[in-house]
């Protein structure tokens, strides 16, 4: 079969790479994909069999998501985005897909809400429909007031065939973020956790015994690194290792503030989660994709969810995660060298956290989903 994702990500890179492991699920099972991606393009490796189409790209002004701006940092102006609907439209008319889905929309990205509803509308004119299913993670921002969740439970009626909920409903069922109406609980779909398998130690023994800081794939998290290195003042025996998102001057500047043989700080790797592999123990933001790694790997964690511009989503998920053994969370406002060197101490003592009883095969679930709704209309 056919299959279109569309995702834009506007700050960070979480949501493009979680779209691309169900874009390689379903490549791998055999299947024609396109992958559109709207947000800056960024340097990941691309599935085998994926094909991606890059819109005008977009990104927020930091953590204000409502003010969209271009690659040369220019507000996005109306010719712009009339151009990247049109894009979408002819993909989808030209494309004739067997299934399309969008990422987090109707449940987010409701600033692109004109392009979504121009591709779901040509979608729904196609001769062949084809099966729309939206793909939202475990925890969404919840919405400001309620007119937004009634306009997507329209959207969704509208629309959808189905919302795949990638997250373990025992854990964080959509209810704990989004208030699910009759018209959204008929098509709710749990695929458990969408990742990648889980990562092999590093072969070299890169990263083990250390103390693993990382902020994600956005240029934000400073004050997590410049905490991190307050903190590796006070702990000399342990060795830390920070991986920094962002141009070269971020990097340097942070390696400036380093003191001592025991702190390395460097760019982002693409072996980042062989490392975490060998860690003693992970200092992180809490997004979705970071939080599957700490799962998958046992590792003692700290999470400092991010919470700029009323953002809620990471500290939901910490909260809902705390409860396990070695997962700590510490609020942003309360992160001092102090309070993380305890929290560290604290996580690392704890008893080893077990694994079992937790699905991460999401995405070969969603393409399993996705096949069964299209082979039931025969």
């Known amino acids: ?67 969209l701006l271009t690659e040369t940092g220019e507000p996005a102006d ?83 065939d189905a919302v795949l909920v990638h997250s373990d409903p025992g854990i964080t069922p959509l209810e704990q973020s989004w208030p699910v109406g009759d018209a959204i609980r008929a098509r709710l779909q749990y695929t458990g956790y969408v990742t990648q398998p889980a990562p092999q130690p ?70 980042f989660r062989n490392l975490l592999a060998n860690a003693t123990a992970s200092v992180s933001m809490c997004g979705y994709n970071t939080a599957m790694d700490v799962l998958q790997t046992g590792i003692p964690a700290v999470f400092i969810p991010f919470d700029a511009g009323n953002e809620v989503e990471q500290a939901l998920r910490a909260n809902s995660l705390s409860g396990l053994p070695g997962i700590a969370t510490v609020r942003e406002r309360d992160l001092t060298a102090e309070t993380l060197c305890a929290a560290i101490c604290e996580v690392t003592g704890a008893p080893h956290r077990a694994q079992g009883g937790l699905e991460f095969d999401g995405a070969a679930r969603s393409v399993a989903i996705a096949t069964e709704m299209l082979e039931a209309r025969g």
């Open 1 to 67: 079969m056919k299959v279109m994702i569309v995702v834009t990500h506007l700050l960070g890179s979480g949501h493009l790479r979680r779209a691309l492991v169900l874009a390689d699920a379903f490549a791998t099972a055999g299947n024609r994909v396109v992958l559109v991606s709207g947000g800056m393009p960024l340097d990941i490796a691309v599935p085998t069999g994926v094909r991606i189409l890059q819109l005008p790209p977009l990104r927020s002004d930091g953590v204000n998501f409502s003010r």
């Open 202 to 271: 590093h072969p070299d023994g890169v990263g083990t015994g250390e103390i693993l800081v990382s902020a994600g794939g956005g240029e934000v998290g400073t004050s997590i690194f410049e905490t991190a290195l307050a903190a590796a003042r006070q702990m000399p025996g342990m060795r830390w290792r920070l991986l920094v998102a962002g141009p070269a001057e971020r990097v340097a500047s942070l390696r400036r503030q380093a003191i001592g043989g025991h702190v390395i700080v460097e760019p982002l790797r693409p072996d």
């Open 78 to 160: 109306e010719t712009l985005m009339t151009a990247r609907a049109a894009l979408l439209c002819n993909t989808v008319g030209d494309f004739k897909p067997d299934v399309l889905m969008t990422e987090l929309f109707p449940f987010g990205r409701r600033v692109l809400s004109a392009e979504f509803l121009a591709l779901l509308q040509t979608a729904d004119t196609l001769q062949a429909r084809p099966v729309i299913l939206s793909s939202v993670r475990d925890i969404l921002a919840p919405p400001s007031k309620p007119s937004k969740a009634e306009r997507t439970a329209h959207v969704i009626a509208d629309h959808y």
